[in-house]
């Protein structure tokens, strides 16, 4: 990171950020596209830590989609969610913009299949988007495409108002 100033490595205040953020832009790249282009989608997302630099997203969809195919075709990834501050104001114009956080990061997609951890990623998703737990049955679950990112790729950066 060329701001090292800005660089958040504690795990601690990488998962505030994920905390304040309630969408992930996740960037695949679609090989059957001539030539090859990048995709992005904003995704409802849930999280884990899983260590103490892992990390697995959680996402649903349809079942079928232009995503769902690039993704089986080539499942690694990159992600990046942010929330802004107030807005920073200067005399230059360059140094204008906002106070904010982010996280960033690359990793790979996992579908997944079992019932038990689909329904476990649909409670963890609801639960970061509305701070309710609600346990899913397998007949919900049945209805969408469940994926996580699995990611040891990651970072924050974050411009503090001073």
Partial sequence: MRRKDREVTDIKDIEGI???????HVAMIDE????????????????KITGANSLELYFHSAPEGRKLDILKRNNRVCFEMAYEGEPVHSE????????????????DVLFIEDDNEKREALSVMFRHQTGK???FNSEQAKTVCVFKI?????????????
Avoid: E, H, W
């Fill in 32 to 47: 059957n596209m001539n030539p090859a282009a990048p995709y992005v989608v904003p995704l409802s997302y849930g999280y």
């Fill in 133 to 135: 737990d609600i346990a």
């Fill in 150 to 162: 699995v990611s040891a790729d990651f970072t924050g950066k974050r411009k503090n108002k001073n």
């Fill in 18 to 24: 994920l905390l304040q953020c309630k969408t992930c």
């Fill in 92 to 107: 230059t114009p360059c140094n204008s913009g906002y106070y904010y956080a982010s996280v960033i990061g690359s990793g």
